[in-house]
């Protein structure tokens, strides 16, 4: 995967697809002859690729019609080792039960940066689209009907953008006299209202365009609601490994491993009942990129890899609460706005 648009290189410049963190992921996720391993987000199939080398079989998915298109010439070249499933990854509990391994990769892929005409950069023009699914609520729709004030929430939050307010009043008052239809023009009405600071490394609409694409595809809820979905999928001793390229999603991780693993102490008040035993066993530290992979692929810079193992106590209930994540505009209706 690509990242999240941090830096210039995640705005979408081409770049041949290279796995982040492979060798890092492989020794995490251990595959052996016989397992099934869970590949949520397939890509380009460069950990499926990894993994079917091992003797392992793979069931990898992705919301992306794209990606499993062009991934049907290595499923059906894998000896039935290789199951592809288009869904987003946070159902993909329904899709492999009792797997010996989990790995996702969060983010957008180069595949999806490069190609103009899915939006998700502004290097090339290109519509306003962004969606992953290719289906729902696109980032025009978002940036032409949403209120200032909401799409300020999502460029503050999502984008860490400093100069949110400023940007949703800009694309209030512009769209009243014609809609955001093409990724180039939201990209330099942005870099005209806050202009560009000769110190900084990234273009002034970089952020911006972070947010629309993390909110459109609701990035962060699904990386929350498929780590639950990975907890109930794992059998014990199963390993979830998580690459991720930015730090709200790698604070989701880290408090999902840090609420999964040991026994919390509870109270001495309460009864034993209460006291909530560990789904998973933390497996080291987060794990970043050496300088040799980040010069081969500078997308590779912000990534960290966590991982844990599953025990053999039962999935616990789902609680997004743990994750302290933001109110922000309901995408199944921001449409009718």
Do not use: C, W
């Not at 500078?298 to 302290?324: C, E, M, N, Q």
Request: proline share 6%.
């Amino acid at each position: 995967m690509a990242g999240s648009g941090e830096d210039d290189h995640a705005v979408g410049g081409p770049a041949r697809h290279i796995p982040v963190l492979l060798d890092e992921v492989i020794a995490a996720l251990a595959p052996k002859p016989g397992e099934t391993i869970v590949d949520g987000t397939f890509g380009a199939g460069g950990y499926t690729r990894a993994i079917l080398a091992t003797g392992a079989d793979v069931i990898a998915i992705d919301r992306d019609p794209d990606a499993i298109s062009a991934g049907r010439e290595m499923e059906a070249g894998s000896g039935g080792h290789l199951r592809l499933v288009q869904a987003p990854f946070s159902s993909l509990d329904a899709h492999a039960s009792d797997a010996d391994g989990v790995v996702l990769d969060i983010g957008v892929s180069s595949m999806q940066l490069d190609q103009a005409e899915r939006g998700f950069s502004f290097r090339a023009d290109g519509p306003l689209d962004m969606r992953m699914a290719q289906a729902g609520l696109s980032a025009a729709d978002v940036v032409n009907r949403f209120k200032p004030g909401d799409l300020a929430r999502i460029f503050g939050f999502l984008g860490e953008e400093r100069h949110a307010g400023r940007i949703a009043r800009m694309i209030e008052r512009r769209r009243a006299e014609r809609p955001f239809e093409r990724t180039r023009d939201l990209a330099e009405a942005i870099a005209d209202t806050v202009g560009r600071n000769p110190k900084d490394k990234i273009h002034p609409a970089t952020r911006v365009f972070q947010a629309l694409r993390i909110y459109v595809n609701d990035e962060l809820g699904e990386l929350a609601r498929a780590l639950f979905a990975a907890e109930r999928a794992l059998k014990p001793g199963g390993r979830l490994v998580v690459v991720t390229f930015h730090s709200l999603e790698d604070r989701i991780v880290k408090r999902f491993i840090a609420d999964r693993s040991g026994t919390a102490a509870g109270s001495r008040y309460l009864p034993e009942t209460q006291v909530k035993m560990a789904t998973f066993d933390k497996s080291g530290g987060a794990i970043a990129p050496g300088e040799a992979e980040i010069e081969a692929n500078p997308r590779a810079r912000s990534a960290k890899l966590r991982a844990a193992i599953r025990t053999a106590a039962p999935a616990r209930p789902a609680d997004l609460s743990i994750f302290g994540l933001p109110k922000l505009p309901e995408i199944r209706t921001a449409a009718e706005r």
